[in-house]
C-alpha cells in the first residue's frame, strides 16, 4: 500500500502553542485511522517561515526554506491547516502563506480545516473565513471544520474533555477516507502549448 | 559573445542624499551611460520602454536614434519594446528606420511590460495580454519580410496590400529577442521563430530561469532551427564593484535597501545568495557571471543592468570603466573556451546580412 503524505501548516505562535498541539491531536488520529505506519507526517511551522514570507511579498520569489514549505504542501495527500484566530478571522501569517502559494496547488486535495482561540464564540471563523478560502483554492474541505477554545482543553491542559477528541476523530476520519480514496498525486509537468495551436487560436 | 548593458530609464530619488535628478538629467545621463559603454568596449545598450513615472524612456527609438548618431560600433537595442501595447506597423516602421541610420547597429526585445494600467493607455486589454504578444509579433515578422501584406486579425483593423517602409536595411529585419520573466508561452514564441530567447535572471533565482531556458532550447531544437545548444539566448545580470569587495557592499548597501523592486525586504546578504545581483570585486563579478554558463549552457549576449536605485552618474561611469577594463575582457576570454564552435555568436547584422546574401545567392543558383 503506498505511503500518504499528510502536511500539517500550523500557523501557532507561541512555543508550544495550542494551535500546534490542536495540529498534532489532528494528525495523530488522522494517521491512527489510516491504518498503521501508513501515513507519513510532515510538519510545516508558519512562524519559522514568518520572514520568509514577508520576503517573498517583496521580492516576489521565495527563499530556499519557503520553497521547501511550498514543494512539501504540492506533495501533499491531505493537508491540515490550523490557524488561531485573530480579529475574528484566521491570522495575518495563516492567510499570507496560502497567498504566497500558486492558487492551483492545492486544487483537489483534501484539507482539514481547524483553528484555535480564547474564546468559543469566534468558532464560526472556520465557517465564514477559513472554509471559503480553501474554496476559493479549489480544495476539497472536510465537513468537520475543528475548533479548540481554551476551556476545551480542560483544566488540566490536556484534551480530557468529552466534546474536543470527539470532534477531532470525526474531522479527522473524514479526512483519513478522503485521502484513502483518491489518486496519488501526480507528477507536475510543464504544460506547453505547442505555438501552432496558439496561432491557430487567434486564427492568424 | 556580446556584452552590455540594459536601463529601465527610472527616476529613482539617491538614498544617500535623498536628491531625485529631473527627467531632463536622467534622458542625458542615460545617453552618457551610452556613450560610456561604446567607448569602454561593450558590445550592446539596451533601453527599456515605460510608459508611466518614475520612469522617463518612453520613446526608445528617439533615444537610439540620437545615440546611433554618436557612436560608431555599439548594438543598440531594447529591453523591452511593448509588443502588446504598441502598434505592430510602427514598431516595423520605427525600427526599420533606426536600422537604416544607425547601419544595422539595431536588434530589439520583445515583452509585455509589467505594468497593467498601460493596456488601456493604449487602447488595450491586458487580459489579452498574451494573445496580443502573439498577433502582433505575427503581423510585425510579416511586415519585416513580406514587401505587400495582407492582414486580418483580432486585435487592430485589418491591412490590404501595405507595404512597411523603410524596407528593411540590406533585406535583413532587426534579430529579435523575446523576453520573459515567468512565462513558457513566450519561450515557445521564441522558439518557434528560431529568435533569441532573453531571461531577465536578475530578480529570481536561477533555477526558475533554468526552466524556461531549457524549455525554449528544446523547443528551438524542435521547430528545427538548430540544436538545443544552438539557440540564440541572452541573460541579465546585475552588479555592483569596487576594487575592494567590503567598499562595494558598503557603497551599495542603501541603494540596496531603498531599491523600488526589492528594496526593505531581504538583506543584501541573502538576495546575493540567492539571485545573480553580484556586489563585490571586478574578480567576484567574473566568478558568478561565469558560473552562468553553468546553469544555462554556452549563450550568446549578457547584459548587466548598471544604473538603477538612484545610482549618481559619476558612480555609474566608473562602473562601466570597471566592467569595460576589468571584468569583459576576462569573461571574453573564459567564455571562448571550451565554447563548441556550433554555438554560434551572438546576432549581428553583418552577420545575419551576409547569411540572408548566402542563401539568395544559392536561391538563384540552384534555379538557373
Redesign the interface.
Given at each position: 500500500m503506498n505511503t500518504l503524505n499528510l502536511v500539517v501548516v500550523s500557523a501557532g505562535l507561541g512555543k508550544p502553542s495550542s494551535t500546534r498541539l490542536l495540529a498534532d491531536r489532528l494528525a495523530a488520529s488522522t494517521a491512527r485511522q489510516s491504518g498503521a505506519d501508513r501515513v507519513e507526517v510532515q510538519v510545516i511551522e508558519l512562524r519559522d517561515l514568518a520572514t520568509g514570507i514577508?520576503?517573498n511579498?517583496?521580492?516576489?520569489?521565495p527563499?530556499?526554506e519557503l520553497r521547501a514549505a511550498v514543494g512539501t504542501v504540492a506533495r501533499a495527500d491531505g493537508v491540515i491547516a490550523v490557524t488561531p484566530i485573530f480579529s475574528a478571522s484566521y491570522s495575518g501569517l495563516f492567510k499570507s502563506f496560502f497567498d504566497v502559494i500558486d492558487n492551483d496547488t492545492l486544487t483537489g486535495k483534501p484539507v482539514l480545516i481547524a483553528a484555535t482561540g480564547g474564546t468559543g464564540r469566534h468558532s464560526l471563523a472556520l465557517e465564514h473565513a477559513v472554509r471559503p478560502l480553501f474554496s476559493y483554492l479549489r480544495a476539497v474541505v472536510v465537513p468537520t471544520a475543528v475548533y479548540a477554545a481554551t476551556d476545551d482543553w480542560g483544566s488540566g491542559g490536556d484534551a480530557h474533555t468529552d466534546e474536543l477528541p470527539a470532534r477531532i476523530d470525526r474531522a479527522a476520519g473524514e479526512l483519513a477516507a478522503l485521502m484513502d480514496r483518491r489518486p496519488a498525486v501526480p507528477k507536475q509537468a510543464?504544460?506547453?502549448?505547442?505555438?501552432?495551436e496558439?496561432?491557430a487560436?487567434?486564427?492568424? | 559573445m556580446q556584452f552590455g548593458i540594459f536601463t529601465v530609464g527610472d527616476v529613482t530619488p539617491d538614498p544617500t542624499s535623498g536628491r531625485t535628478p529631473s527627467e531632463h538629467e536622467r534622458i542625458k545621463a542615460m545617453v552618457a551611460i551610452a556613450l560610456k559603454a561604446e567607448e569602454v568596449g561593450l558590445d550592446v545598450f539596451a533601453t527599456g520602454e515605460h510608459h508611466n513615472p518614475p520612469f522617463v524612456l518612453s520613446s526608445p527609438t528617439t533615444m537610439l536614434g540620437f545615440i546611433a548618431a554618436q557612436t560608431e560600433r555599439i548594438i543598440l537595442s531594447t529591453s523591452t519594446t511593448l509588443i502588446t501595447t504598441n502598434d505592430p506597423v510602427k514598431i516595423a516602421e520605427d525600427f526599420a528606420m533606426l536600422q537604416h541610420l544607425a547601419q544595422g547597429r539595431v536588434d530589439l526585445m520583445m515583452g509585455r511590460g509589467n505594468t497593467g494600467p498601460v493596456y488601456p493607455w493604449f487602447g488595450q486589454d491586458i487580459r489579452q495580454g498574451i494573445p496580443l504578444a502573439i498577433e502582433n509579433y505575427a503581423l510585425l515578422h510579416r511586415l519585416w519580410r513580406e514587401d505587400v501584406v495582407d492582414w486580418e486579425g483580432r486585435f487592430r483593423t485589418p491591412l490590404q496590400s501595405f507595404t512597411s517602409t523603410p524596407r528593411p536595411l540590406d533585406g535583413v529585419p532587426p534579430f529579435v529577442w523575446h523576453g520573459s520573466i515567468r512565462s513558457p508561452e513566450i519561450a515557445e514564441q521564441a522558439a518557434y521563430y528560431g529568435d533569441g530567447f532573453f531571461a531577465n535572471n536578475i530578480f529570481w533565482p536561477k533555477e526558475h530561469f533554468k526552466k524556461l531556458i531549457n524549455l525554449y532550447r528544446e523547443r528551438y531544437a524542435h521547430y528545427g532551427h538548430g540544436t538545443a545548444e544552438q539557440a540564440v539566448v541572452g541573460l541579465g545580470g546585475q552588479v555592483f564593484m569596487r576594487r575592494n569587495s567590503q567598499d562595494a557592499v558598503r557603497e551599495f548597501r542603501p541603494y540596496f535597501d531603498n531599491a523600488p523592486v526589492y528594496g526593505h525586504g531581504p538583506s543584501l546578504e541573502e538576495f546575493t545568495d540567492q539571485t545573480p545581483l553580484t556586489v563585490g570585486s571586478p574578480q567576484e563579478v567574473i566568478e558568478k557571471t561565469l558560473a552562468f554558463r553553468e546553469s544555462f549552457g554556452d549563450y550568446q549576449r549578457q547584459l548587466f543592468l548598471m544604473d538603477h536605485a538612484g545610482l549618481p552618474l559619476k558612480t555609474v561611469l566608473e562602473q562601466l570603466d570597471l566592467l569595460g577594463e576589468e571584468v569583459v575582457p576576462v569573461l571574453r576570454e573564459e567564455f571562448a573556451k571550451g565554447r563548441p564552435a556550433e554555438v554560434p555568436d551572438g546576432p549581428t547584422h553583418e552577420a545575419l546580412a551576409a547569411r540572408h546574401a548566402a542563401e539568395a545567392a544559392q536561391a538563384a543558383g540552384t534555379t538557373v
Open positions: 514577508a520576503h511579498f517583496v521580492t516576489g520569489f527563499g530556499a510543464e504544460a506547453v502549448v505547442p505555438f501552432a496558439q496561432l487560436a487567434l486564427r492568424v | -
